[in-house]
């Protein structure tokens, strides 16, 4: 795959005047947008494609399209449908409303250029810079290095989250041996609860 880069992206007008009827005051995508859009362009990410070959998918969008999803903790399936049905995400990505995205193995794909490249910081040194530019991040400030609330904060979660999967692993096994038993003692929030992994 050979990248043809773009200086910057525009978000379409049909896609704008949707997104800002639906958010009028806004949402993290849009807020994005205005920041990011000038800030990332496809010639950061020219070390990751040859000269030749078939033409790449916008950079720019898959590493927007990765950030999104590590935000929201998506699946790579789950990504490449937002971004085929979200409108917030088609303005942070400057796609038209029609747009129907890529296939979610393009995703990993990217993240294999990264690493394979020994670019994998890229975004992250682009973003700190960015944040730094913008007077988000200060030098010599004071920072916490007790960690201690949060590693009890994990702990909580944790624990949490082996009593929630321990339970879901019993209702499961009840439902194969005993489904009669089980059906006459749940509980309709356990459905909810329960149904899918903590």
Same mark, same amino acid.
């Given at each position: 795959?050979?990248?043809?880069?773009?200086?910057?992206?525009?978000?379409p007008?049909?896609?704008?005047?949707?997104?800002?009827?639906?958010?009028?005051?806004?949402?993290?995508?849009?807020?994005?947008?205005?920041?990011?859009?000038? !800030?990332?362009?496809?010639?950061?990410?020219?070390?990751?494609?040859?000269d030749?070959?078939?033409?790449a998918?916008?950079?720019?969008?898959?590493?927007?399209?990765?950030?999104?999803?590590?935000?929201?903790?998506?699946?790579?399936?789950?990504?490449?449908?937002?971004?085929?049905?979200?409108?917030?995400?088609?303005?942070?990505?400057?796609?038209?409303?029609?747009?129907?995205? !890529?296939?979610?193995?393009?995703?990993?794909?990217?993240?294999?250029?990264?690493?394979?490249?020994?670019?994998?910081?890229?975004?992250?040194?682009?973003?700190?810079?960015?944040?730094?530019?913008?007077?988000?991040?200060?030098?010599?400030?004071?920072?916490?290095?007790?960690?201690?609330?949060?590693?009890?904060?994990?702990?909580?979660?944790?624990?949490?989250?082996?009593?929630?999967?321990?339970?879901?692993?019993?209702?499961?096994?009840?439902?194969?041996?005993?489904?009669?038993?089980?059906q006459?003692?749940?509980q309709?929030e356990?459905?909810?609860?329960?149904?899918?992994?903590?």
């Open positions: 795959m050979s990248l043809h880069p773009q200086r910057q992206y525009v978000v007008p049909e896609t704008a005047k949707v997104a800002h009827a639906i958010f009028p005051t806004g949402n993290l995508c849009v807020t994005m947008a205005a920041t990011l859009h000038e !800030f990332f362009s496809d010639q950061h990410f020219n070390i990751l494609y040859p030749r070959g078939q033409p998918i916008s950079p720019v969008r898959l590493a927007l399209a990765t950030l999104l999803q590590y935000l929201e903790g998506l699946t790579d399936r789950q990504t490449a449908e937002a971004v085929r049905s979200r409108i917030d995400w088609k303005y942070l990505l400057a796609l038209e409303l029609t747009n129907t995205g !890529f296939h979610h193995s393009v995703l990993s794909e990217f993240r294999t250029r990264l690493v394979t490249a020994g670019a994998e910081r890229l975004i992250f040194e682009r973003f700190l810079a960015l944040c730094q530019d913008k007077g988000w991040l200060k030098p010599r400030t004071r920072q916490r290095t007790d960690s201690t609330h949060v590693l009890a904060s994990i702990r909580a979660v944790t624990r949490l989250e082996c009593v929630g999967e321990t339970l879901r692993a019993a209702l499961n096994a009840l439902a194969i041996v005993a489904p009669e038993w089980l006459s003692h749940s309709p356990w459905i909810e609860r329960y149904s899918a992994r903590i």
